[in-house]
C-alpha cells in the first residue's frame, strides 16, 4: 500500500515538471468586403456610383427606344407604293402618321415635297433622317464620358489616397507601421478597381447602342432608296 502511494506522488512530481502546452489557435484570414472596401474608397466611389446608375438608366430606356426604332411593317413600303401609283396622296400620308418610326417619318416628309425637284425631296429626307438619328442618340454623352472618366476617376482616388498613405507614414516617424501603410495602399487601390470597372462596363454599353443606332440608320436609308426609285419610275 505504501508504495502505490509513494508511485503516486512520483507521478505527481513529474508531471508538475513538465513544460506547459498552450494551444494555438491558427490565424483567421482576413477576407475581402466589398462594400467595406467601397466604403473605404471615399467620396470617388460616390462619384462613380452616380455615374454608374444614370449610365444604366441612359443605357435601359435608349435601349428600348431604338429596339421600338427598328421594328419595321413589312408591307408599309408596298402600301405606300399602292397609295402613289393610285394618287391617294392623303392615305398615304396617313399611314406615315400612324407608323411610328423613323422611316415613316421620313417618307412622310418625302410625300409632302411631291412635285418639287427630286433633290429637294431627297434633301426634305435627309433633314428629317438627321433629326430622328439625333432623337435615337440622346444621353449618348453621358455614357461616352462616363466610359472614359471614370478611369480617370479612379486614378485620382488611388493617388490622392497614396498620398494620404504616405503622409501618414511620414507622421508616424521612426514607428513606421508596414500594417498601416500597406492598408492605406490597398485602401487606396479600391478607386481604381471601381473607376476601371465601371468604365469598362459603360463602354461596352455604349458600343453596343452605337451598333444598335447603325442597324436603325442602315433601315432607314434603305426605306430612303425605296421611296425615291419609286418616285423615279417610269409614268404607265
Known amino acids: 500500500m505504501m508504495s502505490i502511494v509513494l508511485l503516486l506522488q512520483a507521478a505527481a512530481q513529474a508531471a508538475d ?5 498552450t494551444a494555438v489557435t491558427p490565424p483567421v484570414e482576413a477576407q475581402l468586403n ?11 466611389m460616390i ?3 452616380i455615374l454608374s446608375l444614370l449610365a444604366a438608366y441612359i443605357f435601359i430606356q435608349r435601349l428600348l427606344v431604338i429596339r421600338r426604332a427598328g421594328k419595321e411593317d413589312q408591307s408599309f413600303m408596298n402600301r405606300i407604293k399602292d397609295y402613289i401609283h393610285d394618287g391617294k396622296i392623303e392615305s398615304a400620308l396617313t ?18 415635297r411631291l412635285g418639287r425637284p427630286m433633290n429637294d425631296v431627297l434633301v426634305a429626307i435627309e433633314n428629317v433622317g438627321n433629326l430622328e438619328i439625333a432623337k435615337l442618340e440622346k444621353g449618348f454623352p453621358l455614357i461616352a464620358t462616363t466610359a472614359a472618366g471614370a478611369p480617370m476617376l479612379g486614378f485620382l482616388g488611388t493617388v490622392t489616397g497614396m498620398v494620404r498613405a ?21 485602401e487606396a487601390l479600391v478607386t481604381t478597381v471601381g473607376g476601371l470597372v465601371v468604365g469598362i462596363i459603360t463602354l461596352f454599353a455604349y458600343n453596343y447602342l452605337v451598333s444598335q443606332v447603325d442597324n ?16 423615279n419610275e417610269p409614268a404607265n
Open 47 to 49: 462619384v462613380l456610383l
Open 17 to 21: 515538471q513538465l513544460p506547459e502546452f
Open 34 to 44: 466589398v462594400i467595406d472596401l467601397a466604403v473605404k474608397g471615399g467620396w470617388i
Open 216 to 231: 436603325v440608320v442602315n433601315k432607314m436609308e434603305a426605306r430612303t432608296m425605296e421611296f425615291m426609285d419609286l418616285l
Open 166 to 186: 504616405f503622409f501618414d507614414m511620414a507622421n508616424a516617424g521612426s514607428n513606421v507601421d508596414v500594417t498601416l501603410l500597406s492598408s492605406g495602399i490597398y
Open 95 to 112: 399611314l406615315c402618321r400612324n407608323t411610328n418610326t423613323p422611316a415613316a417619318r421620313m417618307i412622310e416628309k418625302g410625300i409632302t
